[in-house]
């Protein structure tokens, strides 16, 4: 009896897991503040790919593939100890000279392991620096997982 | 006396002025990129010359736009690391400029109207990186005559996104340079600009010391387009005619036409 009644308790979580939508199934979400100092990997024409380790909420191995011109789009990961995940951003210029800023906004698309269905929405600034290309970055933004 | 002769001077700039229907002007254009090795730090050379039909007087330009290729990595070169800044410029000249926001160097030809003929002025023009302007990157022109006119014309030009087919463009508005009283402004023959390293040095301070550099260029995409590097121009005049043209910058010997990578 107790047995039968457990069993009924399973098959109706799962029922009511498997209607509840993707989305609500996020049980977490993490306001963050990363920021992080990149050194240049590679460069071609007006891509940059950098890398390097950021720190903050969510410390891990940053990786950002940049187009700079007369604005700025880069895709990036970031690698932590319990998984990565995938985004891209868009930014305008603020300051030239050696030191190039930008700001404007990223999203963040998917992920692996915890962060599997990773999404969301923040900030992202950052300054070039045109004398090496080293890449300081931060980004602002909430994250559900 | 001087009122008469002045008089009759004015009586020819009317005939040259006169709203007349004008052929419209034609424009060729010449790129070329050294070192062209795809993703090689490089040299733009871009320079258009004007022609008018015959019996047509030269007109002054008030813009200028040129279409550069996909992938160029011009604000991530080390090309314009200082900034000039456009009113310093104005109220002291190039000299203004510290010497690591210059970019490039070129010239001008005029057609400076004098009496009732046009003489050919040649100027140098050196090209300067300025401060953003309206989220833009900004370049500013100094062009020197010194023979008839000694002047210096300041302009300002802004790089922006571009069609398709091309990944930016340098959109520069030009001032209209008066000549004589009543007489028309000083027309554009052409003009030859570089943009990069070639024949510029910068300066740093390294450990207390000052220590020259050249700096890198414009960055090339690792393959080269399907037809070369496409550059073009479009010139717009006092009169509203405009005039177009467009070339390409073949791919380097032993890089196939149509790479992926730089498409």
């Given at each position: 009896?107790?047995?039968?009644?457990?069993?009924s308790?399973?098959?109706?979580?799962?029922?009511?897991?498997?209607?509840t939508?993707?989305?609500?199934?996020?049980?977490?979400?993490?306001?963050?503040?990363?920021s992080?100092?990149?050194?240049?990997?590679?460069?071609?024409?007006?891509?940059?790919?950098?890398?390097?380790p950021a720190?903050?909420?969510?410390?891990?191995?940053?990786?950002?593939?940049?187009?700079v011109?007369?604005?700025?789009?880069?895709?990036?990961?970031?690698?932590?100890?319990?998984?990565?995940?995938?985004?891209?951003?868009?930014?305008?210029?603020?300051?030239?000279?050696?030191?190039?800023?930008?700001?404007?906004?990223?999203?963040?698309?998917?992920?692996?392991?915890?962060?599997?269905?990773?999404?969301?929405s923040?900030?992202?600034?950052?300054?070039?620096?045109?004398?090496?290309?080293?890449?300081?970055?931060?980004?602002?933004?909430?994250l559900?997982? | 006396?001087?009122i008469?002769?002045?008089?009759?001077?004015?009586?020819a700039?009317c005939?040259?002025?006169?709203?007349?229907?004008h052929?419209?002007?034609g424009?060729?254009?010449?790129?070329?990129?050294?070192?062209?090795?795809?993703?090689?730090?490089?040299?733009i050379h871009?320079?258009?010359?004007?022609a008018?039909?015959?019996?047509?007087p030269?007109?002054?330009?008030?813009?200028?736009?040129?279409?550069?290729?996909?992938?160029?990595?011009?604000a991530?070169?080390?090309?314009g690391l200082?900034?000039?800044?456009?009113?310093?410029?104005?109220?002291?000249?190039?000299v203004?400029?510290?010497p690591?926001?210059?970019m490039?160097?070129?010239?001008a030809?005029?057609?400076?109207?004098?009496?009732?003929?046009f003489?050919?002025?040649?100027?140098?023009?050196?090209?300067?990186?300025g401060?953003?302007?309206?989220g833009?990157?900004?370049?500013?022109?100094?062009?020197?005559?010194e023979?008839?006119?000694?002047?210096?014309?300041?302009?300002g030009?802004?790089?922006?996104?571009?069609?398709?087919?091309?990944?930016?463009?340098?959109?520069?508005?030009?001032p209209?340079?008066?000549?004589v009283?009543?007489?028309?402004?000083?027309?554009?023959?052409g003009?030859?600009?570089?943009?990069?390293?070639?024949?510029?040095?910068?300066?740093?301070?390294?450990?207390?010391?000052?220590?020259?550099?050249?700096?890198?260029?414009?960055?090339?995409?690792?393959?080269?387009?399907?037809?070369?590097?496409?550059?073009?121009?479009?010139?717009?005049?006092?009169?509203?005619?405009?005039?177009?043209?467009?070339?390409?910058?073949?791919?380097?010997?032993?890089?196939?036409?149509?790479?992926?990578?730089?498409?």
């Open positions: 009896m107790r047995s039968g009644r457990r069993v308790l399973v098959v109706l979580a799962a029922a009511l897991a498997s209607l939508p993707p989305a609500a199934q996020a049980s977490h979400a993490l306001n963050v503040n990363d992080g100092r990149l050194h240049l990997l590679k460069a071609f024409g007006s891509v940059l790919v950098e890398e390097g720190g903050g909420t969510l410390p891990g191995q940053a990786n950002v593939h940049m187009v011109g007369s604005t700025v789009t880069a895709t990036f990961s970031i690698k932590s100890r319990y998984g990565t995940i995938f985004g891209s951003g868009h930014a305008a210029l603020h300051s030239s000279g050696r030191y190039a800023s930008f700001g404007g906004s990223l999203s963040v698309s998917h992920g692996t392991g915890r962060y599997a269905r990773a999404h969301g923040g900030k992202l600034y950052g300054v070039i620096d045109r004398r090496g290309d080293a890449l300081t970055v931060q980004t602002i933004g909430i559900s997982y | 006396m001087p008469r002769r002045s008089a009759m001077l004015a009586s700039w005939l040259l002025v006169a709203p007349v229907a052929a419209a002007p424009v060729s254009l010449k790129a070329a990129v050294t070192p062209d090795r795809p993703g090689a730090s490089t040299t871009i320079g258009f010359e004007v008018y039909p015959d019996g047509e030269p007109l002054p330009a008030t813009e200028i736009q040129f279409f550069l290729p996909k992938g160029l990595g011009i991530n070169s080390e090309l200082a900034n000039c800044l456009p009113a310093q410029l104005e109220l002291e000249g190039a203004a400029c510290p690591n926001s210059l490039g160097h070129g010239r030809v005029t057609a400076v109207p004098f009496g009732s003929h003489v050919v002025e040649r100027t140098t023009m050196a090209l300067f990186s401060p953003l302007r309206e833009h990157p900004q370049l500013l022109f100094v062009a020197r005559g023979y008839p006119v000694i002047a210096e014309v300041i302009f030009g802004l790089v922006l996104p571009a069609e398709a087919r091309y990944g930016g463009l340098i959109e520069t508005q030009l209209l340079v008066p000549s009283p009543n007489g028309p402004d000083v027309a554009l023959l003009l030859q600009t570089t943009i990069g390293p070639a024949g510029i040095t910068y300066h740093e301070r390294v450990n207390g010391k000052i220590v020259s550099f050249h700096p890198k260029g414009i960055r090339l995409p690792p393959g080269c387009p399907r037809g070369g590097f496409p550059f073009a121009v479009h010139l717009s005049f006092q009169d509203g005619s405009v005039a177009a043209a467009r070339t390409a910058v073949p791919c380097p010997r032993g890089q196939p036409a149509g790479s992926r990578r730089g498409s």
